[in-house]
């Protein structure tokens, strides 16, 4: 069988898979552009997102591994055969989205990035912050990724809300909630991060009037997926300091375009869809890579890690 695996890492990924894979012929590209016309004999495909051209050269291909935890930028592609299976690397991502989301946190709370013009500046200016110590949070999506969140909200000695489709009991969350509790939650909480994927369910779910109501105080952290937020809602709420700002790393349309009201609001801090990224990554992925290709080459395909059913 052959595999193919488009990614910057690519090399990388191939030298730990091909002496544990003989069977496998492996080939490494960094860009649709540089797979040549292997696409057009490849197996199994390894990727985090490609262009409809370049899916419709996939004749062959039976597996698509996501090295991603979504799978939308494959799915929503009209093409796409409905007999591909198609798997992710959910739940490898819990360290460096935490982490990036007390990077916002942080520095919205203690206006870092004003401290960082003040440097640029030669400028010696102090002032009182706000502490994340005993504040409240609000978790949309107490997966994998919120519950690391959860548990290291508190080190900080936070109180934490979380909220999930069906509202149950978890570990390092201290107060549960149901979708309807929603608006509950954003009116008591400090901060409040949406973790939550794209779906038909979550495109939108946080608009005008959820945005209202959060407290003046509070802040708002998006890292889930940009079209779960109404943008044009939380521009306004930004723009009229109806809450007290923003940390972004997640847009409607990426790159966020240059037009976007959102680069020059002083209350937002914006990273360019970074959350997931690490400097470890591939060494992340790859204990899924592996045993999903040790599960599809026996046959054991609906067995797969992070299996999508999403033919249906």
């Not at 197996?43 to 985090?48: E, G, H, L, T, Y």
């Not at 935490?98 to 990077?103: G, K, N, T, V």
């Not at 976007?260 to 990224?277: A, K, Q």
Request: hydrophobic share 45%; with cysteine; net charge negative.
């Amino acid at each position: 069988m052959k595999l193919l695996i488009l990614n910057e890492e690519a090399e990388y990924i191939k030298s730990v898979l091909e002496p544990k894979f003989p069977e496998l012929t492996i080939h490494a590209a960094s860009s649709e552009s540089k797979a040549g016309s292997f696409i057009n004999e490849a197996d199994i495909m390894m990727a985090v997102k490609v262009s409809e051209e370049f899916i419709n050269k996939a004749v062959k291909v039976q597996w698509i591994q996501s090295l991603i935890s979504g799978v939308d930028f494959f799915i929503t592609i009209p093409s796409l055969r409905k007999d591909i299976i198609i798997s992710s690397t959910r739940g490898i991502h819990g360290p460096q989205m935490s982490e990036i989301a007390f990077l916002l946190m942080l520095s919205l709370n203690r206006g870092f990035v004003k401290n960082i013009e003040n440097q640029k500046q030669k400028v010696w200016d102090r002032w009182p912050t706000k502490l994340l110590y005993k504040k409240k949070v609000g978790i949309l999506g107490v997966g994998v990724i919120g519950k690391e969140i959860a548990r290291k909200c508190k080190a900080f000695e936070m109180t934490v809300h979380g909220i999930t489709s069906v509202k149950r009991e978890t570990e390092f969350v201290d107060f549960p909630h149901g979708p309807d509790e929603l608006k509950q939650v954003l009116s008591e909480v400090d901060y409040f991060i949406c973790m939550v994927p794209s779906s038909a369910q979550t495109r939108k779910m946080i608009g005008a009037e959820e945005l209202a109501a959060m407290k003046p105080s509070a802040f708002f952290i998006s890292m889930g997926r940009g079209d779960t937020i109404d943008e044009e809602a939380l521009i306004n709420v930004l723009k009229t300091k109806k809450i007290a700002g923003a940390g972004l790393d997640v847009f409607e349309t990426e790159p966020l375009p240059a037009d976007s009201p959102l680069w020059e609001l002083d209350n937002v801090i914006i990273t360019p869809h970074i959350g997931g990224m690490s400097d470890i990554y591939s060494d992340q992925v790859l204990p899924i890579l592996e045993e999903n290709l040790r599960r599809f080459l026996k046959g054991e395909r609906r067995d797969l890690i992070n299996f999508i059913e999403w033919q249906k």
